[in-house]
């Protein structure tokens, strides 16, 4: 069975921290891996990555992916109130996309 | 640019009501479908799939169901609703092509009551 997970499920950090999520899958035919950002209603795209060991970066935000050990890491460098959102990993083995539990950023001044 | 048209954006329904949600879209053709549930602070399941017209795929047995009756359209429907069926229902879809991401409407609030 399909399955992706992130952790943690919640974060509380100050203005200015860095923050790592992280998201680990198990899916057969892997095609590309996806995280987006929730605020309020609709999810917004972030990135994706299909190759392992490249970096995408936008910003303050930057996302890897390791293919040998299953998982990808979200970084956000000197966090703002308005980071403040749900975090989703998505990965897309065909036709299908499987999200996991999101994680819950709070950025507080 | 591709365009996502969901509504209502909240809904109150009583148990065993039915349900109708639409979705649909502008701005490209012959796109893959789907439908999310999400429960409070979660993150999304996937319900439904569509390739295209009459071409649904269950993820999720349960007591939903969905329809494609034109290419740029989608549906979820019950009969019956349920307390469980409760939640946040977003419509997505992705372009006919590879290594594309998955572009969300803005979403329905369904509480039932």
């Known amino acids: 069975e399909d399955k992706v997970v992130q952790s943690p499920l919640s974060l509380v950090v100050h203005e200015g921290d860095t923050v790592t999520l992280n998201c680990s899958y198990e899916?057969?035919?892997?095609?590309?891996l996806l995280w987006y950002k929730q605020e309020k209603k609709a999810p917004t795209f972030l990135f994706m990555l299909?190759?392992?060991?490249i970096e995408k970066k936008s910003g303050r935000l930057s996302s890897i992916l390791d293919k040998k050990e299953l998982f990808s890491i979200l970084n956000i460098t000197a966090t703002q109130t308005g980071d403040s959102a749900i975090y989703l990993c998505a990965v897309e083995p065909g036709n299908q996309f499987y999200f996991g539990t999101g994680t819950s950023l709070t950025v507080i001044p | 640019s591709q365009t996502i048209h969901q509504w209502p954006a909240t809904l109150v329904q009583p148990v065993g009501s039915p349900l109708s949600l639409e979705c649909t879209v502008e701005?490209?053709?012959?796109?893959?479908l789907y439908w999310y549930r999400q429960a409070a602070g979660r993150g999304l399941q996937l319900l439904f799939y569509?390739?295209?017209?009459?071409?649904i795929s269950s993820e999720v047995p349960q007591n939903l169901s969905a329809s494609r009756p034109q290419d740029r359209q989608f549906i979820l429907s019950s009969k019956k609703l349920l307390l469980s069926d409760s939640g946040f229902y977003l419509c997505a879809l992705v372009l006919d092509r590879a290594y594309t991401e998955a572009f969300f409407g803005q979403g329905t609030r369904l509480t039932v009551v």
């Open positions: 299909t190759s392992s060991g």
């Open positions: 899916v057969t035919n892997f095609r590309s």
């Open positions: 701005g490209t053709s012959n796109p893959n």
């Open positions: 569509s390739v295209g017209i009459g071409q």
